[in-house]
C-alpha cells in the first residue's frame, strides 16, 4: 500500500522507505529498528542542543501549562515581547525592530514585501525588483523562489514566474570581477530595484557555497551608494553556524533587513523573525500597515523556547564549541583526497565536501548508515552540519566514514 505521507524533495515513486525514528537524545537517533545513527546534519541544521535537551524541554512545558497559543492581533505576551527585545539587543546594530512568523521561507516573504512597501512609502514605487546571487536559494514558496537561482537551482521548473536579477556568485567566480558586475547592474537598474538579498558567508541548500566576508561588507557600500536595501537570510548561518553569532559579524555588516529561522528554536518548533531598521519600520507609520499575519507568528511555546535557546547557547560558551568542531573539520577533512573530490570546504561548524560529479555520491547515505550515521548528500555535495553538543568522538565517527567512503 502506498503512504499517505508525502515525503519532500522526494520521487515517491522510487524513494525507498523513510528511516522511522522511535526517539531521540543528544546527537543521536535511535530507530524502530534498533539501529543508532549520528545525526550529521541536525535535521536540517536547525537542532543545535542535539534533542530532547531537558532544559528546552522544561521551557516548553512550562509555558503549556500558561498558555499554548495566542493571536498577535490586537493581543500580545510576554515570551513574544521579550524574544523581540533579545533579538534586536544580539543581532547586528540598528536592528531595532521583529515581525515574527513560523519557517524561513514565510520570513523571507516578509522581507520581500516589507521592503516592497517601504520604497512605495517613500514614494519610489517603481522600486520593484530585487538581486540575487547564482546558487542562491531562499526557500520554497513564490516569492522566496523568485529569489533564488532560476538557472541551476531546486525551482528552475518555476523559472518562468521569477523575474529578479541574478548576479556572479562570489564563491564561483572572481570576487573583484563579482563586486564589478554587481555596481554595473545597480548603476543601470538602481532606480528600479528595492534590494539585494544574500545568505551572507554561506549559501546552504545551493551547493553549500562559501565565500569571502570582503564581498559582504563591500557589497553593503554599493548598495547603499546606489540607495538599495541589503537583506541578510541568516535562516541557516544564523545563532553560530559559520563560527560566529550571526554570518554578518564576521564582515561587521548591518543589513536593513535580516532573517533568521531554523537555529532560532533549537530545533524544538517552527518560528523565524524578519527584523529591521527603524527607518524601515517608521516608514510604514501613517500608511497601510504591513498585510501580513501568519496565524501562528510569536507562538507562546515557539517563543518560550526560542529564549531558553539563546539563554543556552550564551551560557554555554557555544562559540568556543564551535570553533572546536570547526578545528576538528579542517583537520579531518583537509587529508583526504580522491580523485572524485573536487574540493573540500570549511566554516564554523560546516564541513563540505564537493565532487567532480554526482555518481561518487551514489550509494554514499547506505553505507554511512551501516556505518551508524546520518546523511543527506544532494547534487555534488556531501556535507555535516552537525549539533554543537556533539562529542569529538562522535564527530569523529562521521568524518571516518567520509574517509572510509572516498578511500
Known amino acids: 500500500m502506498k503512504t499517505a505521507l508525502w515525503y519532500p524533495y522526494t520521487d515517491m515513486a522510487t524513494a525507498p522507505p523513510a528511516l522511522k525514528v522511535a526517539y531521540a537524545r543528544g546527537c543521536k537517533l535511535y530507530l524502530e529498528n534498533g539501529s543508532v545513527l549520528i545525526d550529521a546534519i541536525s535535521s536540517w541544521w536547525c537542532v543545535i542542543h542535539g534533542y530532547n535537551h531537558p532544559e528546552l524541554n522544561r521551557a516548553l512545558y512550562a509555558q503549556s501549562e500558561k498558555v499554548s497559543h495566542l493571536m498577535l492581533g490586537g493581543l500580545t505576551h510576554q515570551p513574544a515581547?521579550?524574544?523581540?527585545?533579545?533579538?534586536?539587543?544580539?543581532?547586528?546594530?540598528?536592528?531595532?525592530h521583529v515581525f515574527f512568523s513560523d519557517s524561513g521561507s514565510v520570513a523571507v516573504e516578509v522581507a520581500l514585501k516589507?521592503?516592497?512597501q517601504y520604497w512605495r512609502n517613500c514614494g519610489k514605487p517603481q522600486k520593484k525588483q530585487f538581486i540575487s546571487l547564482k546558487r542562491?536559494?531562499?526557500g520554497d514558496t513564490f516569492g522566496a523562489m523568485s529569489v533564488s537561482d532560476s538557472e541551476e537551482g531546486m525551482h528552475h521548473l518555476y523559472s518562468p514566474f521569477f523575474n529578479a536579477y541574478s548576479i556572479h556568485n562570489p564563491a564561483q567566480n572572481n570576487l573583484q570581477e563579482s563586486l564589478n558586475q554587481l555596481e554595473t547592474c545597480l548603476d543601470s537598474n538602481g532606480h528600479s530595484i528595492a534590494?539585494?538579498?544574500?545568505?551572507?558567508?554561506?549559501?546552504?541548500a545551493g551547493g553549500l557555497n562559501i565565500y569571502s566576508e570582503h564581498y559582504l561588507s563591500e557589497a553593503q557600500k554599493i548598495c547603499q551608494k546606489y540607495n538599495v536595501l541589503l537583506i541578510a537570510d541568516e535562516v541557516a548561518t544564523g545563532f553560530g553556524r559559520t563560527g560566529a553569532l550571526f554570518a554578518c559579524n564576521h564582515a561587521g555588516v548591518s543589513p536593513d533587513i535580516l532573517i533568521v529561522g531554523k537555529a532560532l528554536t533549537g530545533g524544538y518548533l517552527g518560528l523565524a523573525a524578519t527584523?529591521?531598521?527603524?527607518?524601515?519600520?517608521?516608514?510604514?507609520?501613517?500608511?497601510p500597515p504591513l498585510m501580513h499575519g501568519p496565524t501562528f507568528m510569536g507562538n507562546p511555546l515557539a517563543c518560550s523556547v526560542a529564549l531558553k535557546s539563546i539563554q543556552l547557547f550564551e551560557e554555554g560558551d557555544y562559540l568556543n564549541k564551535i570553533a572546536a568542531i570547526e578545528n576538528q573539520l579542517k583537520v579531518g577533512l583537509g587529508t583526504l583526497y580522491s580523485e572524485k573530490i573536487k574540493e573540500t570546504r570549511v566554516l564554523g561548524a560546516t564541513g563540505v565536501i564537493e565532487v567532480k560529479d554526482a555518481s561518487a555520491l551514489i550509494g554514499l547515505q547506505d553505507f554511512a548508515i551501516e556505518k551508524g550515521v546520518w546523511l543527506r548528500p544532494f547534487n555534488q555535495v556531501v556535507y555535516t552540519m552537525p549539533a554543537y553538543t556533539i562529542k569529538e568522538e562522535e564527530l569523529h565517527i562521521i568524518i571516518e566514514t567520509f574517509s572510509q567512503w572516498f578511500s
Open 136 to 138: 542562491a536559494y531562499h
Open 275 to 287: 527584523l529591521t531598521t527603524s527607518d524601515i519600520f517608521e516608514s510604514f507609520y501613517g500608511n
Open 195 to 204: 534590494a539585494l538579498i544574500l545568505e551572507p558567508l554561506l549559501q546552504a
Open 81 to 96: 515581547e521579550d524574544l523581540a527585545s533579545r533579538l534586536v539587543a544580539i543581532t547586528p546594530e540598528g536592528l531595532n
Open 114 to 116: 516589507i521592503a516592497l
